[in-house]
């Protein structure tokens, strides 16, 4: 899943005037900001949307969180933060406290920090330049540059706290939430006998090693009898189950892919945890969500992975498919796409719901801190490559960024594609997340 944080606007020249911040203060404009969100709100509930307006807010607040981090950061070093805005565009408010701004813009596109003198290139007065970013020292700059992406993963470590603390430690059984409806046909968990609230803990005699065991056992058996080990009021019992190939099952309006299924919902099986043991637990499930989603993000820009993409995009059949099973090839999520998920996981409860939101947090701080300009990562990178440059004794090293662009255009033209290509799979092949 991706989301494109754009970068504050390029600093003015010293001689040119900014608009004042009064003018963002202007009561009609105050007044149109409040009628606008009050008439999304009405909308958003009016269509039983309610639950996607939330999720929407909740992801601007991790984006601003995210700049928060950026802004307290700099604000402690010491360097001169002029502005800290939600949004892109004309000012529709703003109020100044000290020497910084705060307001809200016209286009709902995630938020900014500026920060006086954050890139080599840009002109700063000269009363401005000692506290200016690239003025300070190598582990202040890095500190700040990193803080947007550590603040992701201190929201998600919270998460997963509460998550352990609410649920217990994720295990690698399985419990069967639901049982589906398959039209005109006996689904195999139902002939197999498995009742909501049975607990899976193997298959033919194996025991799981990682949450995607069960899926990856049932979908290369179709056909074949598998046996299950369940744990069903205390006892464990064993079941025979054979899973049925997929294709030309509709369930709910969606087809399911060419694989084996039991025709189960589960969910991740826990176990109750002690409050001395719920950190590590949450640091466990942190670490292994991280390697997770760093091979996904990794395997996604791959060539096999953008190879991938180009066949959802050529081919509708190939694109549900994949909608309909998402292990089977990478894709990166929209913003549309990321609701539509938070829904399903928001009706399948809270554990779901909290963790995909550790989720989210986890690769928008992997992504950012990739170590290419625009993103957080790559001015971490050329932090870096100044203080290697510098050679003790002499003027600190100033890299000319300007050499940089070409390839951070190319850059962020494969992001942009990658990006408008989510929005369309996502608009005409949204993912379902069945088992």
């Known amino acids: 899943m991706t989301l494109t944080e754009k970068q504050a606007p390029p600093a003015q020249p010293p001689l040119e005037r900014a608009p004042a911040p009064e003018d963002g203060n202007n009561p009609t404009r105050v007044i149109q900001l409040v009628v606008a969100l009050v008439v999304i709100t009405a909308v958003f509930i009016a269509l039983g949307w309610g639950y996607l307006l939330l999720f ?5 607040a991790i984006v601003m969180l995210h700049e928060f981090g950026h802004f307290i950061t700099a604000k402690r070093a010491g360097m001169k933060v002029t502005e800290y805005f939600v949004g892109f565009g004309p000012r529709l408010w703003s109020v100044k406290r000290g020497e910084t701004e705060y307001g809200v813009k016209a286009i709902p596109a995630g938020g900014y920090v500026r920060i006086v003198g954050f ?21 202040q700059r890095i500190i700040v540059a990193s803080a947007g992406s550590a603040m992701h993963f201190l929201i998600a470590l919270v998460l997963a706290l509460v ?9 690698n059984n399985y419990n069967v939430a639901a049982l589906e409806h398959w039209p005109g046909r006996t689904t195999p968990a139902a002939l197999a006998g498995l009742r909501v609230g049975d607990t899976i803990v193997s298959v033919n005699g194996k025991s799981f090693t990682n ?27 064993d079941l ?89 090839s990478p894709r990166a999520s929209s913003i549309v796409g990321i609701a539509n998920i938070g829904a399903q996981a928001e009706q399948a409860g809270l554990a779901s719901t909290l963790l995909l939101l550790i989720v989210i947090n986890i690769i928008f701080g992997i992504l950012n801190m990739l170590p290419m300009i625009p993103l957080d990562g790559g001015h971490v990178a050329v932090a870096t ?28 033209a494969i992001l942009g594609a990658i990006t ?16």
């Open 163 to 171: 998550l352990v603390f609410t649920f217990g430690r994720a295990t």
């Open 385 to 412: 490559y100044e203080w290697i440059r510098t050679k003790k004794g002499q003027a600190y090293y100033r890299a000319d960024i300007t050499k940089l662009f070409p390839v951070a255009a190319v850059f962020i």
């Open 240 to 328: 025979t189950a054979t899973p049925e190939n997929g294709k030309g099952i509709t369930v709910d309006g969606s087809k399911l892919a060419n694989r084996g299924y039991l025709g189960v919902d589960i969910d991740t099986a826990t176990a109750s945890i002690s409050p001395v043991d719920a950190p590590y637990a949450a640091v466990d499930t942190m670490w292994q969500l991280t390697d997770q989603e760093a091979r996904g993000v990794g395997s996604l820009f791959s060539p096999s992975g953008l190879s991938g993409l180009w066949h959802q995009l050529s081919s509708p059949k190939y694109a549900q498919t994949v909608a309909n099973n998402p292990s089977l």
């Open 420 to 435: 408008l290509a989510a929005l369309y799979l996502d608009i005409t092949h949204p993912l379902h997340l069945t088992h």
């Open 211 to 237: 949450p995607n065991s069960m899926t990856d056992a049932i979908k290369d058996a179709s056909g074949r009898t598998l046996r299950l080990g369940v744990e069903r009021d205390g006892k464990l019992i």
């Open 119 to 139: 890139t080599s290139t840009e002109e700063v007065a000269q009363e401005d330049e000692p506290r200016a970013y690239r003025q300070q020292p190598f582990h």
């Open 56 to 60: 929407i807010a909740i992801l601007f």
